[in-house]
């Protein structure tokens, strides 16, 4: 980037037509011009200050004082002299000037949009310096690598949530599958456990239907006898009809007792 920084020195012709407080404000310029290329930026300071104290919309202290901040790197304070001397002053020269200074400035601040734009109002007031035309080609192609890098990081910041949000619901489709195939499992432990109530349930009837029925169990038993009552001749004739046979069988049992087994003799010797 090229510098373009000079001081502006009021050239006043008819010193006659000069009032006193406009000779003061031009000996307080020259005084801080000398300052100035002397590198005494603080007193140089000083006396462009003081000429505006006298005469605050003068181009000349405005622009100086401007340059000053820029020599000391006080670049927010050196941007608004160059402002304010490009917003005061008729002349073309002072103007491409303020606005080529104004472009250095937001150079060194990165900021290089507002740079082109300075650079383009210096050019319109002069568009032959070919200063402000290097630095105008200068801040477009750094904006245009801004941009560039810009757009690189935002495609990048986008692929990268793109990438984020495919790798998300891949996760939730793992979890869906996992909650699936334990739904399937407890389904198939249901079953199973249905068909082993099923079998229960047909042992069950299994055995219920091995299990005589009550109704069936009353009709297979045998018919109890009907008890009778007998008459007193009827029992006195069954007694002594016992009591005959039960004769009969002793006496046969006795007769037997006497006829028994013969007795086998001693033997001779």
Known sequence: MKKQIFFLTAYIIGVLTLTAQEGEVINHIFDGNQQAESKKFNEAEMAYRRALSKAPEKPEALYNLGNTHFEEQDFDEAKQRYFQTQKFTENKFSKQQAFHNLGNVFMKQKDYAKAVEAYK??????????ETRYNYALAKELLKKEQDQQNQDQQDQQNEDEQENKDQNQDQNKEGDKDKDSG???DEEQGDEGDKDEDKKEEGDQKKENQPQQGDQEKEQPAQPRKTELSPEQVKSLLEAMSNQEKKVQDK?????VQGIPVRGQKDW
């Open 121 to 130: 109002n210096a050019l319109r007031n002069n568009p032959e310096d070919e």
């Open 184 to 186: 399937q499992d407890n």
């Open 253 to 257: 049992v006795n007769a037997e007792k």
